[in-house]
């Protein structure tokens, strides 16, 4: 009786385990962008784990970027909604869903070319207010283990000293990433991060979101098909605003319908 007694417990436990990591992290439902009659989006939903990536692909011009924005509270849809976990945030400004663990990582522009690598990552764990706060208390204050290690990781830990402006366009990306992951997100959000890399880096950048994708969830628009086969669990291929296909990799690049719409013309595959 006791032994059954425990064997129950053990599967309650396991059922709950299960039951956290399947519900969504992030549901999006029908959502739709209007521009006057223009269609932008149109009754898009998805569905987004906790961990892994999801890639959204398509042509220029097919909603991407919009979806985007309408998810992460840059633009008000004009129907739909945005559950992120577990709360309807569609109303939402984006700074209130960055506090609760959304992060849309926004280009290099985002990081200080005068500040070092070591102290834009200071920057970024946000004990400064600004960078006069930074340079007056630097001395006493370390990076902290998840620092350090992402830093180790992408090899910038040999750079941290240099000026962010010297570093080359791979490394500002990785250290953009480095930085957006410090902020310990929920919900990783990538609009073209392989745009304008060298050839050489975009394996680093490649390994560092699949490394993100074991601690948060990874949303990523991409045209490079390699690093979207290479990344994502689940493709959702957009076209005209529209849902067109869903599925892995392999589903959807062998989709007539998604073969027509792009992978046959314009993606940099
Ligand atoms: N503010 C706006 N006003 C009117 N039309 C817009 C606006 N923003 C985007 N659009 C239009 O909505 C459509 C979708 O644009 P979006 O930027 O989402 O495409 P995308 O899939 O990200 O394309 P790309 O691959 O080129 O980045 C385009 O036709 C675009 O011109
Ligand atoms: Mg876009």
């Known amino acids: 009786m006791s032994a059954m007694n425990t064997s129950d417990k053990t599967s309650v436990a396991v059922n709950t385990a299960t039951d956290d990591r399947l519900s969504p992290l992030l549901f999006v439902e029908g959502l739709t962008v209007r521009y006057g009659d223009f269609h932008a989006l149109k009754d898009v939903s998805l569905s987004l784990a906790p961990y892994g990536t999801h890639a959204v692909i398509g042509p220029?011009?097919?909603?991407?970027?919009?979806?985007?924005?309408?998810?992460?509270?840059?633009v008000k849809p004009t129907a739909g909604r945005v559950v992120f976990s577990g709360t309807d945030v569609t109303a939402w400004r984006p700074d209130r869903l960055a506090r609760s663990g959304l992060a849309r990582s926004f280009q290099i522009s985002a990081i200080f070319p005068d500040l070092s690598v070591e102290d834009n990552l200071r920057m970024a764990l946000g004990r400064h207010a600004d960078k006069a706060s930074l340079m007056s208390s630097r001395r006493a204050i370390g990076l902290g283990e998840e620092a350090a290690r992402l830093l180790s990781e992408t090899g910038l830990d040999l750079r941290r000293k240099e000026r962010a402006a010297d570093l080359s366009y791979g490394q500002k990306r990785l250290l953009e990433l480095v930085t957006t992951l410090l902020l310990d997100p929920r919900l990783l959000m990538l609009d073209e991060p392989m745009a304008g890399l060298a050839r050489e880096d975009i394996p680093e950048v490649t390994s560092l979101i699949a490394k993100a994708a074991g601690r948060c969830s990874v949303l990523l628009v991409e045209h490079n098909l390699h690093v979207v086969e290479r990344l994502a669990q689940e493709v959702t291929v957009l076209a005209g605003g529209c849902?067109?296909?869903?599925?892995?990799?392999?589903?959807?690049?062998?989709d007539p319908r998604v073969r027509e719409a792009y992978i046959g013309g314009s993606a940099s595959d």
């Not at 220029?60 to 309408?70: I, M, P």
Request: charge should be positive; glycine fraction near 18%; hydrophobic fraction near 35%.
């Open 243 to 254: 849902l067109l296909s869903r599925g892995t990799y392999g589903e959807v690049a062998s």
């Open 60 to 74: 220029n011009g097919a909603g991407k970027s919009t979806l985007f924005n309408a998810i992460s509270g840059f």
